[in-house]
């Protein structure tokens, strides 16, 4: 189990690999320009197999690798989808490399042009890490609550 939580919190941080290129200075419209290829359902759905498929390859892993699959491509569109909450870029490729389009959600409370950095992850602190923060401390009391509920075989 741990070594799920630790590749789904890798995925989650891996679309943004494509910093190592802005030394390039790719254009906008490029497919390798932030937050366009990595931040794709294709590199999801790709990045999330390849992953599974490595790291999870042997017999332990073998019967659960559909559904380890699944929790990285989630991780990994985690991502994107949460940089669609931004007002401080072009937008999200989710269909790279299909389309160059770039989108954003409707509601995009995260970031304000002008903005200071702290600001910004302040922002970021409520809108983001304290409901996760908060599921995650619910998933725990649920599956405690089950494993003291359930009696002992």
Same mark, same amino acid.
């Given at each position: 189990?741990?070594?799920?939580?630790? #590749?789904?919190?890798?995925?989650? !941080? *891996?679309?943004?690999?494509?910093? $190592? @290129?802005?030394?390039?200075? =790719?254009?906008?419209? &490029?497919?390798?320009?932030?937050?366009?290829?990595?931040?794709?359902?294709?590199?999801?759905?790709?990045?999330?197999?390849?992953?599974?498929?490595?790291?999870?390859?042997?017999?332990?892993?073998? #019967?659960?690798?559909?559904?380890? !699959? *699944?929790?990285?491509?989630?991780? $990994? @569109?985690?991502?994107?989808? =949460?940089?669609?909450? &931004?007002?401080?870029?072009?937008?999200?490729?989710?269909?790279?490399?299909?389309?160059?389009?770039?989108?954003?959600?409707?509601?995009?409370?995260?970031?304000?042009?002008?903005?200071?950095?702290?600001?910004?992850?302040?922002?970021? !602190? *409520?809108?983001?890490?304290?409901?996760?923060?908060?599921?995650?401390? =619910?998933?725990?009391?649920?599956?405690?609550?089950?494993?003291?509920?359930?009696?002992?075989?």
């Amino acid at each position: 189990m741990v070594r799920v939580c630790v #590749a789904a919190a890798a995925c989650a !941080a *891996l679309p943004d690999v494509d910093v $190592l @290129l802005w030394p390039l200075n =790719l254009p906008d419209t &490029s497919p390798f320009a932030h937050r366009a290829l990595t931040h794709s359902l294709v590199f999801a759905v790709t990045a999330a197999l390849a992953i599974a498929f490595v790291f999870f390859s042997d017999e332990r892993w073998r #019967a659960s690798r559909t559904r380890i !699959a *699944l929790v990285l491509g989630l991780a $990994l @569109l985690s991502h994107s989808c =949460l940089d669609a909450l &931004s007002t401080y870029s072009l937008g999200i490729g989710f269909f790279v490399p299909f389309s160059e389009q770039r989108y954003r959600f409707p509601w995009s409370p995260l970031g304000r042009p002008g903005g200071t950095i702290a600001g910004q992850l302040r922002q970021e !602190a *409520l809108l983001v890490f304290l409901p996760a923060a908060l599921i995650a401390w =619910l998933a725990w009391r649920i599956r405690r609550r089950r494993a003291v509920a359930a009696p002992a075989a």
